[in-house]
């Protein structure tokens, strides 16, 4: 029976534990998306927390797709020696290092972008200040081209792989999400619609990034609200993210974001993380609030997750995954 202290095989890679340090957003970059060294010792000081793995916040993998001014970038070469640095800083605490790569979407603030926001339809993300504008085929279609690129400069700054953004109501999410993809075309509609745009581009970046690098896909599960993706309904096509080139799904919340007001208690994702491990054949991350060692262990042992991600009292206390699992011992 697996507990938070078994490593895990993942393709080329075996990861130490089962505790991921999850992607949160610092900011900490200048306004072009380069590496401050504010950010690269963040990482490396939390990389040495005796986590499995870590996940870098979302990097934007073009201009128009960034949510903030101060965001990492991932979207032009002149990134990758900033990146390297990040890699080079979380594999000295020998953790196995994860880009994730994004684009925000209609959640792109015209302040951030100096743009409008862009979306499949004209719907905007729940509690969103700004209508996006949808988007025409041809930008839909530039959109698995951006992720392979930037998947292709996460590899050549060192990483171990890359995943990507499906979730907290960013492009691929809403694109996924009934609720804000209303599009007639070959984009919306039906499940195989909604699906189009994440599948072609999870088959590119699988494509970039070679038989040996991990994908991972941070995948939306749970809108939250009325007329959204259900984790039923999110369970019904995980299969197809796994033909896709999938090897790790790290199931979040979807337009509801990562901290739902209305979500209490330690892991809120994790009942709708379960519904989709049922469905597939790759290990689930779950993630929401989790703090305590024995809570964690406990998912894992009760097989309602392969692993957990903990952000907040990551963020708190940089050695916490070493103290939990020491402490069970």
Known sequence: MPTLSTPLPLRSHTLRNRIVMPPMANNLCDDEGRVSDRLVEHYRRHAAGGQGMVIVEHAYVTPRGRVDPHQLGIARDEHVAGLARIAAAIHEGNAVAIAQITHGGARCPSSATGAEPLGPSDIRVP?????????????????????????????AAGFDGVEVHGAHGYLLNEFTSPFTNRRSDAYGGSVDGRLRLPLETLRAVRAALGPSALLLYRFGADDGVDGGLTPHEAARFAPRLVEAGVDLLDVSGGLCGSR??????????????????????????????????????????????????????????????????????
């Not at 993380?273 to 991350?285: C, E, G, L, M, Q």
């Open 127 to 155: 509690g969103d200040a700004e209508d996006p504008r949808p988007m025409t085929p041809a930008e839909i279609q530039e959109i698995p081209g951006l992720f392979a690129a930037a998947a292709r400069r996460a590899l």
């Open 260 to 329: 739902p007001a209305d979500r209490t208690g330690q892991g809120f994702f994790v009942e709708a993380a379960s519904i989709v491990r049922r469905a597939v054949t790759i290990p689930v991350a779950g993630v929401g609030g989790i703090t305590d060692p024995l809570i964690a262990d406990r998912m894992i042992r009760e097989g309602l997750v392969d692993l957990v991600c903990v952000g907040r009292a990551q963020l708190k206390d940089p050695a916490w995954a070493r103290k939990a699992l020491e402490a069970l011992r």
